[in-house]
């Protein structure tokens, strides 16, 4: 008769119990790891959350620059940048499409001026005469 060793014993249960996850979908594994945490100390969970949470934020990481290359890559093949697609994106200087800006200043004989820019020759003239520049402003429209 051979005597066995109890850590031999324990060992072969351990591995009796360990589950292949590799033979496992992925709704199997989420349903093991579901039923494993509630075996878990507060500080494991703490720990498991950390260890999810990085994972989570590589693998979003890892999306997001393969839907960028696979993104560029279609727009290279049409000739096309993401600027042609979204303007608004391109760092520098941004262009509106609407109304334009309206005047903010009218001299006396009807010129107009945004306030944007250089100071219009009509107006630099008027004040160099000792107007004051706010006596141009259009009143805005109240109501």
């Known amino acids: ?37 509630d075996r878990l ?3 494991s969970l703490m720990r498991v959350g950390s260890l999810v949470a990085e994972k989570r934020q590589a693998k979003q990481e890892e999306a997001r620059t393969s839907a960028r290359v696979a ?6 093949r049409s ?9 608004e994106l391109v760092p520098g200087r941004k262009r509106t ?5 309206p005047p903010k200043f009218q001299g006396p004989n009807g010129e107009l001026w945004t306030g944007r820019g ?3 020759r009509w ?3 008027l ?15 109240v109501g």
Do not use: C, W, Y
Request: no cysteine.
């Open 1 to 37: 008769m051979s005597e066995t060793d109890p850590g031999d014993i324990h060992s072969q249960e351990m591995e009796q119990e360990t589950t292949d996850l590799t033979q496992m979908d992925e709704e199997e594994i989420v349903s093991f790891l579901e039923s494993a945490l």
């Open 41 to 43: 100390s507060v500080e």
């Open 71 to 76: 993104i560029e890559q279609q727009l290279q």
């Open 79 to 87: 000739g096309l940048s993401l600027g042609d697609l979204f303007p």
């Open 97 to 101: 499409q609407g109304e334009p800006v």
């Open 118 to 120: 250089h100071e219009p």
């Open 123 to 125: 107006l630099q003239a």
């Open 127 to 141: 004040v160099a005469e000792g107007r004051n520049k706010e006596e141009f402003l259009i009143a805005k429209d």
